[in-house]
């Protein structure tokens, strides 16, 4: 079972990016499914969360508005569109599989990051 975290680079301040998070070895077209990040010394950092039907989300402050989560669950991919992109938001992004909420312990699966990086 693997995760497969794709669509990360380098962008300036205000521009878009959109995260791809494929699922290989089993559906996870049931499961929730979330975003973190990690930037250099800090720890790993809840972004969003999408129910297994898509129908909910929920998001950490500092990106609500900005962010959006999404699935197609026929292509067993979660999405994280990302607009006006700050250089806070610079980090590695991992998807993660089966919790809900902010707190890493609850996902039990892991992708393998992908680098995002805002210059000013």
């Known amino acids: 079972v693997q995760l497969q975290a794709s669509g990360g680079g380098l962008v300036q301040a205000g521009g878009s990016l959109r995260l791809s998070c494929t699922a290989s070895g089993r559906t996870f077209s049931n499961d929730d499914m979330g975003w973190f990040r990690q930037a250099p010394g800090k720890e790993r950092e809840f972004v969003a969360v999408?129910?297994?039907?898509?129908?909910?989300?929920y998001y950490a402050a500092s990106v609500k508005g900005r962010f959006t989560i999404s699935r197609d669950s026929a292509k067993n991919t979660v999405y994280l569109q990302m607009n006006s992109l700050k250089p806070d938001d610079t980090a590695v992004y991992y998807c993660a599989r089966g919790g809900w909420g902010p707190d890493p312990r609850q996902y039990d699966y892991w992708g393998q990051g992908t680098q995002v990086t805002v210059s000013s």
């Open positions: 999408i129910s297994g039907s898509g129908s909910g989300s």
